[in-house]
């Protein structure tokens, strides 16, 4: 029904790319989607899969062993994921986002050391720039890393980390400078299998996305080695996490995107199934027009975001349109979802039915990757 419609960045090769990530995710993690949703976590060995099928690091350069495609790679993947109903596989912030740091500013030895593994599921990574103290305001965190000869010693505590029970590796937002704001944040690679005083607390119990590992982590004078610092020099970390951020906030639109989709499809085949007063609930003129609605704000969703990607894609997508997009999209999301889930009655509030836990899922959309609040600050502060 929906999926007729293709970006104008699609080709032939990407639609291959999609129709294998699609049969990937239905073989290897639907049948497991539900456990893991109970268990709190994705297994261990969901990663090693996904990396060889090459869903790791799609993006990176071939060279460092990914996949050498572009955002477009990224965009499909996620919106597949939608698409087939797996939530919690934590693969945008390990390919998406910290891969593209250590692209981005790695040395050549910090790319060589850890992309290959990461591209493989060998090293599964984290980023943690929030504190229980700050979130939005990400030059207040406290979190410190202090130069003690050829080591940095890390202190401090981060919480809502994704895949913070798996990760092997963690991009940690910390001081160099404690009496400078942004130009005293650096961006530190903690190793956790060689890292004394690093400990893990709870995987946090939360509304939706229950097989994310999301979790407490805490440095207790973690020491790492200076070749640990990215990109080599300090006080890079605020432009390094300000230069990226176009591609994290874009890519949660493409997931609301994919979430719309499925969501109508869900409630058309639902409501030409179910009947009340001998006729189908989708007959009724409340259902069509409500749909027909639904679909006019996916198709202008659907624009703004492949607009987006294929200015991304050119390198022109400014951070303030990336912020635009991820505020409009996800809340269009979950208006939509909560639309939809009122046509499946009692039903829809069950949590075995997909639309209910669409629902729950949905709800941070609106608060991760710089809550919608931040987000139309910066769209007014550049109008
Ligand atoms: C499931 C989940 C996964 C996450 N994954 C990660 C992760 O992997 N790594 C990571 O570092 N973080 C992660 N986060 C944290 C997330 O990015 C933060 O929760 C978010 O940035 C908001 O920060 P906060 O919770 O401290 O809220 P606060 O900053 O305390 O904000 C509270 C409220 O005040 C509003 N507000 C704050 N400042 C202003 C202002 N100036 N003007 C108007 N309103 C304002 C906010 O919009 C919000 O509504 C995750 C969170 C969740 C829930």
Partial sequence: MLDTYSPSWMTEDLEIFKDAVNKFYTREFVPHSDRWTKEGIVDRDAWYKAGEAGILCASIPEEYGGGGGTYAHEAILTE??????????????????????????GTEEQKRKWLPKMATGELVCAIAMTEPGTGSDLQSV????????????????????????????????AKTDPEQGAKGISLMIVETAEADGFRRGRNLDKMGQHAADTSELFFDDVKIPTSNLLGGEEGQGFYQLMQQLPAERLIIANQGVGAIERAIQLTVDYT???????????????????????????MAA??????????LMRGELDANSAA??????????????????????????????PISRMYTDARVQRIYGGSNEIMRMLVARAL
């Fill in 80 to 105: 597949e994921m939608e698409r087939c109903g797996v939530a919690g596989f934590g693969n945008t912030v390990h390919s998406l986002i910290c891969a593209h740091y250590f692209n981005a500013y």
């Fill in 324 to 353: 635009a997009a991820k505020f409009w999209v996800s809340e269009r999301q979950c208006e939509i979802i909560d639309t939809c889930l009122q046509f499946f009655g009692g039903y829809g509030y069950m949590d075995e039915y």
């Fill in 142 to 173: 406290k979190t410190r890393a202090t130069k003690q000869g050829n080591q940095y010693v890390i202190s401090g505590s981060k919480t809502f980390i994704t895949n913070g029970q798996h990760a092997d590796l963690i991009i940690v937002v």
């Fill in 272 to 298: 030409r199934e179910r009947n009340t007063f001998g006729n189908a609930v989708f007959d009724y003129q409340n259902t069509q027009y409500k749909l027909a609605e639904c679909k006019a704000t996916w």
């Fill in 302 to 311: 659907r624009a703004m975001v492949d607009q987006l990607a294929d200015q």
